[in-house]
């Protein structure tokens, strides 16, 4: 069955510092999709991202964050310059373009900022 | 705006008691109604989902959800809980295909022996 995945499961940086999470959607969905959930807190949306451009944006998704599909498979969430209240888990999903809506979740990537 | 309450953050029951987790929305417009089981250091699974056709929703592993428009909720239940149960469970909402999921808070549940 196909599945999101996620790399890496964890990433641990220094405040300041960049970083790069990537997922591979599945290989027939258009949209895309990073959330993060913040340890005992519920899961929030950041971006959604469909035909190479970003369609929807959260509050937390500013200016330190940028997104991109550098290739026909990767998805990619950039942290420009970490704090510490960016450690969390770092979801990503992909869902087809029409249908029910469903939206299939990778395993996370569990981001520790130091 | 679409927002998700959860009532109860924690729900415990004993093996073979029904589960029964509340999940009320707020949406402008005719809701996308989900359930996702979260297992410990895992990501999300899906259980179920509501689009518009039938109000009861069967999912996997034995749960079900009924969408009742008038009381604005879609609660979800399983008969008989099990041990394998025993996750966190979270409610979403979408106003359409393509667009970000709402969350609710989240209910642990936990199943005694």
């Known amino acids: 069955e196909p599945e999101v995945t996620q790399t890496p499961s964890h990433q641990v940086t220094q405040m300041g510092q960049e970083v790069i999470l990537r997922c591979v959607p599945i290989?027939?969905?258009?949209?895309f999709y990073w959330y993060r959930q913040i340890l005992g807190q519920k899961v929030e949306f950041l971006v959604s991202?469909?035909?190479?451009?970003?369609?929807?944006k959260s509050e937390i998704f500013d200016d330190q964050f940028s997104v991109e599909r550098p290739d026909g498979s990767n998805f990619t969430l950039k942290i420009r310059s970490t704090k510490l209240e960016d450690s969390a888990m770092y979801f990503c999903?992909?869902?087809?373009?029409?249908?029910?809506?469903?939206?299939?979740f990778g395993p996370g990537t569990r981001l520790t900022v130091l | 705006a679409q927002s998700v309450t959860q009532l109860g953050s924690h729900v415990s029951v004993s093996e073979g008691a029904l589960v029964l987790l509340r999940c009320n929305y707020s949406?402008?417009?005719?809701?996308?109604l989900f359930w996702y089981v979260q297992y410990p250091n895992q990501g999300l699974q899906l259980l179920l989902k509501?689009?518009?056709?039938?109000?009861l929703v069967k999912g996997i592993n034995g749960f079900e959800a009924e969408f009742k428009k008038s009381e604005t909720s879609f609660h979800l239940t399983k008969p008989s809980a099990h041990m394998s149960d025993a996750a966190e469970y979270f409610c979403?909402?979408?106003?359409?295909?393509?667009?970000?999921?709402?969350f609710g808070e989240g209910t642990q549940l936990t199943v005694n022996p």
């Open positions: 991202f469909y035909n190479n451009e970003i369609s929807e």
């Open positions: 999903a992909s869902s087809e373009t029409s249908g029910t809506g469903e939206q299939f």
């Open positions: 949406s402008s417009v005719p809701p996308y």
């Open positions: 979403a909402v979408s106003p359409r295909s393509g667009s970000r999921l709402t």
């Open positions: 290989s027939n969905h258009l949209y």
């Open positions: 509501y689009t518009s056709a039938a109000t």
